[in-house]
DNA sequence: AAAACACATTGACATTTATCGATATGATGC
DNA sequence: GCATCATATCGATAAATGTCAATGTGTTTT
């Protein structure tokens, strides 16, 4: 999987759930942590875990440590990328 | 899967597989016959049916008959719409 | 240091997905 | 009308995915 097609496939795979694109859409809001992001939701905690994961993954997301708290954001650079090989079509 | 997140989620479920974002490159250089797709990719024609109608369930494709064959296109406007909603996160 | 809190990982499981061979359907040409 | 070509559908199957309860890990609080 690591061609170009690839690369952005696997980005669309991670927003191609409805869990993960409600947390990505939470996230264009601003850092939020996953306790903040988990009572949105009607998932149990691993589940946020499992699908944090695969965001960040992506490349779309990261998360840094804060205390107790994972504060998690959006990676406005790799997003904007994503969008450019959109636009780039058609 | 009828709000809003599941419209656009579905749409990048569409294009989160690399022989469907193949696919969707290749019609970005104008209208294509489905036997001309196939022999670009390494799959069978039941698959690549399979992934067009995936495609084409999205929105972001569409197909027209012109005789034996079916001749397939983007949906600029549903595609820009995806970019817009991208766009509007962050 | 023990308890509590926030999150990640593991193992199990049911569902969904991608794939194929075989077959059906629809259109064309002879 | 029959053979052929292009595509869709069906049935089967293996692999990937999403989900959870249970447990592990790292951090803070008392």
Redesign the pocket.
């Known amino acids: 999987m690591e061609n170009v097609d690839g690369r952005y496939a696997n980005m669309m ?1 991670a927003l191609g ?1 409805e ?1 993960r694109i409600k947390i990505f859409v939470m996230l264009s809001k601003g850092e939020e ?3 903040k992001l ?1 009572d949105e939701l009607s ?5 946020l ?6 965001l960040c993954d992506s490349g779309l997301v990261e ?1 840094r ?1 804060d ?4 504060r998690y954001s959006l990676k406005a650079e790799v997003l904007a990328e994503l969008i450019g090989f959109l636009s780039g079509i058609q």
Chains 1, 2 share one sequence.
């Open positions: 795979k759930d869990a942590c996953a306790c988990l998932i149990t905690q691993p589940t875990s499992y699908h944090m994961k695969i998360g440590r205390g107790k708290w994972m």
